[in-house]
């Protein structure tokens, strides 16, 4: 089980920047795929960015693509989302999530959560 730790969010106006963080307890590998969800209020969580872990394959949502970036330090133990070029609609609650096995896979499938952290565009 991995516990995961997301800050960075905050306030920003459109055309802004953000990186969002995710610290992961400890060492995740090959093994794992993790990935950048968010949630607006009354919205369905949805994913925008994922990783595997190690072997440095990405993916990205159309809605964020060019904009969003996906990336992990070398330790391997922090997942970044560094965000440009915000828009209002890029509001809502990140979270970062990580499984063991197919990425992205679906996310119902993902089993560790960090708590969020909330971004908001204006």
């Known amino acids: 089980h991995v516990q995961l730790v997301e800050s960075g969010g905050g306030s920003v106006q459109t055309g802004g920047s953000l990186r969002l963080s995710c610290a992961a307890s400890?060492?995740?590998?090959?093994?794992?795929?993790m990935g950048w969800f968010r949630q607006a209020p009354g919205s369905e969580r949805e994913g925008v960015a994922w990783?595997?872990?190690?072997?440095?394959?990405?993916w990205i949502d159309a809605s964020v693509a060019g904009r969003f970036t996906i990336s992990q330090d070398n330790a391997k133990t922090t997942l970044y989302l560094q965000m440009n070029s915000l828009k209002p609609e890029d509001t809502g609650m990140y979270y970062c999530a990580a499984k063991v096995g197919s990425c992205p896979g679906k996310t119902k499938d993902y089993n560790n959560w960090g708590q969020g952290t909330q971004v908001t565009v204006s």
């Open positions: 400890g060492y995740t590998d090959s093994r794992y795929c």
């Open positions: 990783m595997r872990m190690g072997g440095g394959s990405t």
